[in-house]
């Protein structure tokens, strides 16, 4: 979807704010949706791709307004209630009222460190051969799906350079709606600064991203 | 500016909302901040691009929060900060402090409604020729300026078709950064659904855009 | 709001910038006498007269300043003909451009986001919004008033009203006809 969320090349923020000895969570509240987004992850509720994609479904002023993590606090909130975790009642209430009907087993400590160290790979065997080899042209294409993707649109239309092919990876278009893993080849493609920006902008500037095989035609 | 006012395309904000029998403003507030900022016009010698910008220029966060009004009223109280017509210790008083400035002229009651009815015409006498007509193929070209366009984000770089050549107008990215009216042949182009959105457009729908001479290049 | 802006109006008319009675001018204006109707007035007009039909889609700006209407955000008009086969809608993504001096201020869904954003991506997702649909291959036209051309659209001509007088004819003309999220309402639809 052209969310909140897709803010490349948009004007208006301000400057960057650098923030000396910036703490790592800010207040304590952050700690903990930080490690409830975890934790829900190792329980598998939901995947990391439907997450994402709730996230940026918030309404924009809202989005644009919400802090960082409260962001994923807000995202967990409507996660929880969507996948029937909790009820509207409930996150009112701050506190269960019903039992959970089908209970996983509560996460463990150690299940957290195993995941920390070990994290969650998103590389799958190949379904096919890769479309592209390195040193292809490649053109992203003008699509604008209403559910997740990870094709900015920034870069929509506009022609690159494959340099890298990454692997065969779990594709987030599908994965987000819960649609499965459909994993494609991805491919890191360079694109000129000038391509995306006009010809007035700086010609020293390239910017590269990570894109499924779906995302690219050949040119 | 690629600011939060450019809107066309984005997801996310949910559905059109009529409200029936709704009043022409919500608020005394409301009548108040449109009034004020149309009689400055003339005294605060602002051109309307220059007052489009002033609105736009601002945070999404901001923008995207506050209703249209108050957009209106925070972009009259910067211009009129800008042009040091009023201070910050005056807003915050709520009373004048300081001696006025001379300004060129002011809104009398009884030429309001012929001011009304001259409006703001835009259109320039030239002798030159336009560089397109009626039936070209033309490419919004990828412009991305950090200040006032109207060439909205969702046509740079698609293919459209010249529908009219409507005149000689005045060019608002020059406008509305003070530097002159600078006039160009404008025109309206159209574009198909699917050029715009791709093949999950809508094939029946196409969208037009007056575009300024300098926003566009042949396409073969 | 309210504070900040009687703050903003004195300080204004202390200054000698403003008068008072000119700002009361303008709300008087555009609250009770430029509106709709002007625009209602045009439609009818069009609906009736072949030869003024004729002049309209030709040079929208003359034709609507013959009946008196133009000035501020009407410098230059252009009238959109809806037909069974074209239908018209009219936005301003960048803002809020309308056409005042035909049809008043706009409403604050035109000038709201949700339509902003979706009615040059999905023009009939936001006609279902008004409970409007339209056959599926009619050929929506979306014009994104970028530059200083006002658009209104003339909206088809109900059926059941032959003979009828134009000032009859301007009842069934809707704001939402000429902005093109809405038809003109039928002869049913006034009793």
Known sequence: MNGAADMGGMDGFGPVVQERNEPVFHAGWEGVSFALNMVTGVARLWNLDAFRFKRESIPPPEYVNLSYYGLWTRTLELMMLEYGVATPAEIEAGRAIAPFKKAPRAVTAAECADMVRCGSPYNRPAPSPALFKVGDKVRAKNMHPKAHTRLPRYVRGHVGEVVRIVGCHVFPDSNASNLGEDPHWLYTVRFDGRELWGEQSDPTVRVCIEAWEPYLEPV | ?220 | MQLRTRALQTILTEKGYIEQAAIDELIETYEKKIGPRNGAQVVAKAWTDPKFRKWLFEDGTAAIGSLGFGGRSGNHLVALENTPHVHNMVVCTLCSCYPWAVLGLPPLWYKSAPYRSRTVADPRGVLRDFGVALPKDTEIRVWDSTAELRYMVVPMRPAGTDGWTEDKLVELVTRDSMIGTGFAKSPKDLR
Do not use: C
């Open chain 2, 1 to 220: 500016m690629n600011g939060p006012q450019d809107l066309g395309g984005m997801d996310g904000f949910g559905p059109v909302e009529p409200e029936p029998n709704e009043p022409v403003f919500h608020d005394d507030w409301e009548k108040r901040a449109f009034a004020l900022t149309l009689a400055m016009g003339m005294p605060g010698g602002w051109n309307i691009d220059q007052s489009r910008f002033a609105r736009e220029n601002r945070s999404p966060a901001e923008y995207w929060s506050m209703s249209y009004y108050q957009i209106w009223f925070a972009a009259l109280e910067r211009m009129l900060k800008e042009r040091a017509l009023i201070t910050d210790d005056e807003v915050v008083a709520g009373h004048s402090l300081h001696k006025p400035k001379p300004v060129p002229r002011v809104l009398s009651p009884g030429d309001v409604l012929k001011v009304l009815h001259r409006g703001g015409p835009t259109e320039r006498p030239t002798n030159t020729k336009p560089a397109f007509k009626p039936g070209n193929a033309v490419r919004a070209k990828n412009i991305n300026p950090p200040t006032h366009t109207r060439l909205p984000r969702y046509v740079r770089g698609h293919v459209g078709t010249v529908d009219r050549v409507i005149g000689f107008h005045v060019f608002p990215d020059s406008n509305a950064t003070g530097a002159g009216e600078n006039p160009q042949w404008l025109y309206t182009v159209r574009f198909e659904g699917r050029e715009l959105w791709g093949p999950d457009g809508d094939p029946t729908s196409q969208v037009s855009v007056d575009a300024w001479e300098s926003y566009l290049t042949p396409a073969d």
